[in-house]
């Protein structure tokens, strides 16, 4: 089980931190990425890391404001965002690979267990 927080309201060019905590497996063992949506728009890639602190992307509209980190000892994965946009608003959701754990990718689709998302909203 994948519990997704941190989500919230925000001012442009301000900051949020969202978590990902795992329960049942051990996510340093995995690849994770985190996903965000709008509606009316598929699932975009923000930033994946794989296992083991291994390979790291990040979506091309990230531009060095996010990053994606572990914390092993609270089975953990966070996203620090920095200098949000109106255009960062969505659902994030956390995501992990079950495949692959050597690399990552930004395709949703190749993820197969899914946090149950949050909120993020930016005001300009």
């Known amino acids: 089980q994948l519990v997704g927080a941190g989500g919230g309201f925000v001012q442009s060019w301000g900051s949020l931190r969202l978590s990902c905590v795992a329960s049942g497996l051990t996510l340093d063992d995995f690849t994770v990425g985190w996903f965000r949506q709008v509606p009316g728009k598929e699932r975009e890639g923000v930033s994946c890391k794989a296992s083991h602190d291994g390979l790291t992307k990040y979506g091309d509209f990230v531009k060095g404001r996010f990053t994606i980190s572990r914390d092993n000892a609270k089975n953990a994965v966070y996203l620090q965002m920095n200098n949000l946009k109106p255009e960062d608003a969505g659902v994030y959701y956390c995501?992990?690979?079950?495949?692959?754990?050597?690399?990552?990718?930004?395709?949703?689709?190749?993820?197969?267990?899914w946090g149950q998302g949050t909120q993020v909203t930016v005001s300009s």
């Open positions: 995501a992990v690979d079950n495949l692959v754990i050597s690399q990552c990718t930004l395709n949703y689709y190749e993820y197969d267990y």
